[in-house]
């Protein structure tokens, strides 16, 4: 079984982007000069993933935010509300203030459409060989990071969410290899019981004829072991794991491993103290040892917490991972 080599999410601004947009958004520059400057971002991210022999990558989502923001860009019924924490990190989003029945947006004006078929055709002209994903937030991480205003129940609201999501999965299955789905509110406390009931439903109508991969990831602590069921209930191709955050529970989450396709999270995202490349395969070789279908190894979480310096060192450890390989 070869080990698969993965970044998850978003990868870190450099300032001067930062200040790029923010001039691009006050009316300083115009369009052109600020898709010059993400596509030059896109690029050199793209030749360090070819660097670090990635099987798979995000296109950085230097366009946006965070993995909430993108949602502006292709569904319609949501504006962008007030800065609100992300679960119980130091970090910030913009709230989606839902006050109409969402959709998505159309080809002309579905911009997170329009940055992924530019960061393929950069891919494509540097002839990367690593496999292109697509960011979204799950149904449910969406509603419980929203502020409804428009729907009378939760279900509706994830319904109609993941409507929008199949319609805009159909018009990337020319443009991205894969999407990864980020559902981290599965194990957040206080969701009702019939909400998280509904979800297996509400994944087979966001993926119903969708023949991407769709890999499914989750990070933090994994606080109520029973959502492990409604989890790997899910109808998607690969299920990540925080494996930072639940080193002591990963006997519990390995049950759930065999015949299964797995992205395992052992790049701490959230620390810059480096990884020690022997626990990287102890790891590996441990749930290699459960009877998994394939596994990816990457980060545990969103890069958007430590500097760029250190996300690159960290990256260039799975490099070492292709002796893994040779030695199986």
């Not at 509706?156 to 443009?175: G, K």
């Not at 015949?259 to 070789?285: F, Q």
């Amino acid at each position: 079984m070869n080990v698969k080599k993965a970044l998850l999410g978003s990868f870190p601004k450099n300032p001067k982007l930062g200040k790029i947009i923010s001039w691009y958004n006050m009316g300083k520059i115009d369009k052109e000069k600020l898709e010059k400057y993400i596509n030059e971002n896109v690029k050199k991210f793209f030749e360090l993933a070819g660097d670090v022999k990635l099987d798979y990558t995000t296109n950085g989502l230097f366009r946006w935010d965070d993995v909430i923001d993108v949602t502006f860009g292709f569904i319609s019924g949501a504006e962008k509300g007030p800065l609100q924490r992300f679960f119980d990190n130091n970090f910030y989003y913009r709230q989606p203030v839902i006050k109409e029945k969402i959709n998505v947006k159309t080809r002309e004006e579905n911009l997170f459409l329009q940055d992924l078929e530019s960061s393929r055709k950069i891919k494509e002209e540097l002839s990367l060989s690593s496999k292109l994903k697509a960011v979204i937030p799950g149904p449910l991480t969406y509603y419980v990071l929203s502020d409804n205003r428009y729907y009378k129940n939760p279900i509706d609201l994830m319904i109609d969410y993941a409507s929008a999501v199949n319609s805009l999965s159909q018009e990337l299955s020319n443009v991205v290899n894969a999407i990864e789905i980020h559902e981290p509110a599965i194990f957040s406390s206080n969701i009702k019981r019939d909400v998280l009931e509904k979800l297996p439903e509400i994944y087979k109508t966001m993926f119903d004829n969708v023949k991407i991969e769709k890999h499914l990831m989750t990070y933090f602590e994994i606080n109520n072991l029973k959502r492990l069921d409604i989890l790997f209930s899910l109808p998607v191709d690969y299920f990540g794991i925080d494996v930072i955050e639940n080193l002591k529970k990963l006997g519990r989450v390995y049950t759930y491993f065999p015949s299964r396709k797995v992205y395992l999270g052992i790049l701490n995202a959230r620390n810059t103290k480096m990884e020690k490349i022997s626990t990287i395969i102890r790891v590996y070789n441990s749930v290699k040892r459960k009877g998994v279908s394939d596994v990816i190894i990457g980060n545990n979480t969103l890069f958007d917490f430590i500097p760029e310096v250190v996300v690159v060192k960290k990256l260039k450890l799975l490099k070492k991972l292709e002796k893994v390989e040779s030695n199986e």
